[in-house]
T-cell receptor
Framework: DAKTTQPPSMDCAEGRAANLPCNHSTISGNEYVYWYRQIHSQGPQYIIH???NNETNEMASLIITEDRKSSTLILPHATLRDTAVYYC???????????????FGTGTLLAVQP | DVKVTQSSRYLVKRTGEKVFLECVQD?????MFWYRQDPGLGLRLIYF???????EKGDIPEGYSVSREKKERFSLILESASTNQTSMYLC?????????????FGQGTRLTVV
């Protein structure tokens, strides 16, 4: 199973870009990278996912290196409401894809400072 | 707009009690998951189900069982609750059978076993 490594915590000034790194050096060719976040006392929330191309949506951008061994989630203009634990996850597919599971690590606590 | 609903936000149970945690999704998804979340350990997968009456063990199934009698409902059962099962329990359901989509999480049930 591909595993991910993230820093335990990061700070970011409000209004600035937050860049959250993730290492997944054992990722295989058909595994996607997902990002979720969890605001205190709430369930995790999906942010974005990608395979090898960079992706952007209304919440964030995902930059995946060419060798796919690492990625960066970018929140372009962080606000206080973005303070949360951010999880980088590699999808594990088993049983021919009929069943899949998301393996969560301990994530990065992003603290956006006023 | 609610997609995944967990029956209780907070529960307090006594050691040895049989505990049922209920999760309902209104999106007609095939896959459903149960996780527990503990400080410093992230989210750990207990069980998941990819179809009615089908279940698979996750990483920490000991002390738990599950039931999926209807597509929209996935129940987690603690046969004999113990204090080390005090935790936040999260239910999740991804779109479709292919996990290449976002997963929706419930708000979580914080269970305390005394």
């Amino acid at each position: 199973d591909a595993k991910t490594t993230q820093p335990p915590s990061m700070d970011c000034a409000e209004g600035r870009a937050a860049n959250l790194p993730c290492n997944h050096s054992t990722i295989s060719g058909n595994e996607y990278v997902y990002w979720y976040r969890q605001i205190h006392s709430q369930g995790p929330q999906y942010i974005i996912h990608g395979l090898k191309n960079n992706e952007t949506n209304e919440m964030a951008s995902l930059i995946i290196t060419e060798d796919r061994k690492s990625s960066t989630l970018i929140l372009p203009h962080a606000t206080l409401r973005d303070t949360a634990v951010y999880y980088c996850i590699v999808r594990v597919a088993e049983y021919g894809g009929a069943t899949n599971k998301l393996i969560f690590g301990t994530g990065t606590l992003l603290a956006v400072q006023p | 707009d609610v997609k995944v609903t967990q029956s209780s936000r907070y529960l307090v149970k006594r050691t040895g009690e049989k505990v049922f945690l209920e999760c309902v999704q209104d999106m007609d998804h095939e896959n459903m998951f149960w996780y527990r979340q503990d400080p410093g350990l992230g989210l750990r997968l207990i069980y998941f189900s990819y179809d009615v009456k089908m279940k698979e063990k996750g990483d920490i199934p000991e002390g738990y069982s599950v039931s999926r009698e209807k597509k929209e409902r996935f129940s987690l059962i603690l046969e004999s609750a113990s204090t080390n099962q005090t935790s936040m329990y999260l239910c999740a359901s991804p779109k479709g059978a292919d996990m290449n989509t976002e997963a929706f999480f419930g708000q979580g049930t914080r269970l305390t076993v005394v």
